[in-house]
């Protein structure tokens, strides 16, 4: 009955498989680079920068330019260090900022809700726990219900896995 199904999805398992991987590939890239972010903004270390500068990048293709702030700050090892700052605008220039240094050097002001990039780990676990839930309903699937192995009773009709149950308006679905 179900053969053209079971014999379709033999042909595409393979693909989905790889389109699977490929989906899995992206969203842990992005996951990285987000556990970096939260991380910082978590538990990176505290520090104070001064704003030295803030400028417009070349416009592209219509977009207007990202602002890209500058600065310098002392690390809790007493070194003076220089680089980009995330999360402060022109306004800052000249001001000290409190930061925190994150594990590629740079300094992020503000707080978590102003990088969203720090919630794409959240999107991979919703995934795994999609993915975990879509593979136990397909096995789940894959088992045939003992009900409807037997032959259908003389006085309960049936149309196809739905059972029309005599004297209502109502199917049992299934069960």
Not at 47 to 75: F, Q, S
Not at 105 to 119: C, L, M, R
Request: glycine content about 12%.
């Amino acid at each position: 009955m179900a053969g053209w199904l079971e014999r379709t999805a033999r042909e595409y398992r393979g693909r989905l498989i790889v389109a699977g991987a490929c989906w899995f590939l992206v969203v842990g890239l992005f996951s990285v680079l987000g556990a970096m972010t939260a991380y910082t903004m978590l538990w990176g270390e505290t520090t104070t920068a001064r704003v030295a500068k803030c400028d417009y990048e070349v416009e592209r293709e219509g977009r207007p330019g990202d602002l890209v702030c500058t600065g310098t700050w002392r690390t809790g090892a007493g070194t003076q260090e220089s680089g980009f700052i995330e999360g402060v605008d022109q306004v800052d220039v000249g001001r000290d900022e409190t930061v925190r240094l994150g594990p590629g050097g740079d300094a992020y002001a503000g707080s978590i809700t102003d990088h969203p990039i720090a919630f794409a780990p959240l999107v991979l676990v919703l995934t795994v726990v999609f993915y975990l839930w879509f593979f136990w309903r397909v096995r789940r699937a894959d088992r045939v219900d003992p009900l409807f192995t037997q032959a259908p009773d003389a006085d309960m009709p049936t149309t196809g896995n739905v059972r029309v149950i005599p004297g209502g308006d109502h199917t049992d679905v299934g069960r």
